[in-house]
């Protein structure tokens, strides 16, 4: 959504993070080439339908009441428009992520291309990694949202959330978005982190 010196200090953190790039804006497209410029990785934040209402990107957003054809022309254009991307995510989709005919369909299309796919849950009532598992696309979910709210303290609480399911799993996704606030806390505490012996990977090290 941005081109600022927000999102610029996202590509000055020192650690191997993913950017996320939500198609159909006026940024979309430059800030991916330049996050793979700066030595990024990016997937596209693909969007998808909501159990509430579902606003913006309404030229990539895919429904329920969408034929397969119309799903599987609309995953192909996004990867078209960002060959940069070697992974997917969902945007929303707590209605999407759930339809077993819709994540049949995106599966089949990042399997034909060789992306893999990251479960945002945005509902318990995903099946999206289940369908990705059972077609052969490599798969990793999301264990927690670091920026749901809006202060400093409970940003840096989900960080450290974050750390505690990566000591007791092994590793860990956590998902934020480009706020100020967020950057602020990342620029604080990415540095401890890596000096107390954590390490930041790109999401193609967690799926599988």
């Known amino acids: 959504y941005r081109n600022d010196e927000i999102s610029d200090g996202f590509l000055n953190l020192?650690?191997?993070?993913?950017?996320?790039i939500i198609p159909g804006h006026a940024h979309s497209t430059s800030f991916g080439e330049k996050a793979v410029a700066a030595g990024y990785e990016v997937i596209i934040h693909m969007p998808m339908e909501s159990t509430v209402d579902t606003h913006g990107e309404l030229d990539y957003i895919l429904t329920e009441n969408m034929t397969s054809n119309e799903i599987?022309?609309?995953v192909e254009k996004v990867i078209s428009e960002f060959p940069e991307a070697i992974g997917l995510n969902n945007h929303q989709g707590s209605k999407a992520t759930a339809d077993k005919r819709i994540m049949n369909i995106v599966s089949n299309v990042l399997k034909r291309h060789g992306k893999y796919f990251v479960?945002?849950?945005?509902?318990?009532?995903?099946?999206?990694?289940?369908?990705?598992?059972?077609?052969?696309?490599?798969?990793?979910r999301r264990h927690v949202f670091l920026d749901n709210a809006t202060d400093v303290n409970t940003i840096r609480e989900q960080l450290y959330k974050l750390v505690d399911k990566a000591e007791s799993k092994g590793k860990a996704i956590g998902i934020g978005h480009a706020k100020r606030l967020t950057?602020?806390?990342?620029?604080?505490?990415?540095?401890?982190?890596?000096k107390n012996g954590f390490t930041f990977q790109f999401a193609s090290f967690a799926v599988k």
């Open 72 to 74: 599987e022309e609309r």
């Open 119 to 140: 479960d945002s849950r945005t509902t318990s009532q995903t099946v999206a990694e289940s369908v990705m598992r059972s077609r052969g696309v490599p798969t990793a």
């Open 14 to 20: 020192d650690a191997h993070l993913n950017y996320a």
């Open 183 to 194: 950057l602020e806390v990342l620029k604080s505490v990415i540095p401890k982190l890596k």
